[in-house]
């Protein structure tokens, strides 16, 4: 398969897009008041000690779900597709961000620069699964993939729903060098870091131990298992290349269109990866360009049947085509050559 750049698609898609398609959709920013209502008026409800146990349940699940919601709004707002000042945007990444305590200006470094730049090119992708002359090499990723990757036979997998991204972004802000950020930003991404968790320190001490349990221990999980089942499906069933060929490396997930709405259409992800600055309201129209165009190249599935392919495969490359399993030796075709 001759693979093609995110440049040459682009130049070509470009031309038939609406006119408006790469203006911001500012009116999503109703999205961050709404989710803090949630979140506050629910860590209110808990607070109070007035309701039985069944019902906090229901207002920490509430709170997680927002926590989601909220990671979606950072993701689009950082790329430029709600907002354009470059201020606006950082203080909404970080207010988004801070249920995940993770620094806006890490992850623009992390995600938009380093992730959407070297999209599946082995050893430049901070996302990617491994090839296996690098799982050989690496102690830390033999134990990371064979026991906590989301796939086969591995039960700790699930580790990597409820808490992958949560662990993720520590890990970046460990292996910000890495980023090649400035160490004046690097410092900075800290300091950010270091407020968020300061918020939610004192929260836990106003609170105290078991109502802050409700209202931020187990709201993070379930936004980590929202979030990370969007993420985990985005590029871990396709191909590793080294052009970043995204009809090739890139999957796009469908849910019911309420499930859509509320995750601002990040599921998505082909055509995120074609115009990252774009926002994903304006996603369908690229959908049905590229469909129309490339018919055998568009990688698409429901959530539901990614995350269980997911969840029957290997975590490390044989080869840039080949998922494999080292403990069993099993090996399945990645997606774009089925």
């Not at 349940?57 to 709600?82: D, N, P, Q, R």
């Not at 999957?251 to 774009?278: I, N």
């Not at 994903?280 to 539901?304: D, H, K, T």
């Amino acid at each position: 398969m001759q693979l093609r750049s995110v440049g040459s698609y682009a130049r070509e898609l470009r031309p038939a897009l609406s006119s408006d398609a790469f203006a911001p959709a500012r009116s999503r920013i109703v999205w961050l008041p709404v989710h803090a209502t949630i979140i506050a008026s629910s860590i209110v409800v808990i607070a109070t000690g007035r309701f039985p146990w069944f019902v906090v349940l229901l207002f920490s699940l509430a709170i997680g779900a927002s926590f989601a919601g909220l990671t979606f709004v950072a993701h689009e707002t950082l790329h430029g597709g709600i907002v354009r000042g470059k201020r606006l945007r950082h203080l909404v990444g970080w207010l988004s961000f801070l249920p995940f305590v993770l620094s806006p200006r890490l992850w623009v470094a992390w995600h938009n620069r380093v992730h959407h730049g070297n999209t599946a090119i082995p050893g430049a992708d901070p996302d990617a699964y491994p090839l296996l002359e690098e799982y050989e090499k690496s102690l830390h990723l033999r134990v990371a993939t064979d026991h906590f990757s989301l796939g086969r036979r591995h039960l700790g997998g699930a580790l990597t729903l409820l808490v992958g991204f949560s662990v993720q972004s520590a890990q970046m802000l460990f292996a910000a060098r890495r980023l090649e950020m400035t160490d004046r930003d690097r410092r900075l991404a800290i300091a950010e870091t270091s407020i968020a968790i300061a918020f939610w320190a004192a929260l836990g001490l106003v609170l105290g131990p078991v109502p802050f349990l409700f209202a931020f221990a187990l709201p993070l999980v379930v936004a980590n298992v929202i979030v990370m089942a969007f993420i985990i499906t985005n590029h871990s069933l396709s191909p590793l290349n080294h052009l970043n060929d995204p009809l090739v490396n890139s999957l796009s997930v469908t849910a019911p269109r309420w499930v859509e709405w509320v995750t601002l259409r990040f599921g998505f992800h082909v055509e995120h990866h074609l115009f990252p600055a774009m926002s994903s309201r304006q996603a369908v129209q690229v959908r049905e360009l590229i469909r129309a165009r490339w018919p055998g190249r568009y990688q698409s599935m429901s959530l539901g049947r990614a995350l269980l392919t997911i969840a029957r495969t290997g975590r490390v490359y044989k080869d840039e085509q080949t998922l494999y399993d080292p403990p069993t030796g099993h090996e399945w075709p990645a997606l774009a050559q089925r």
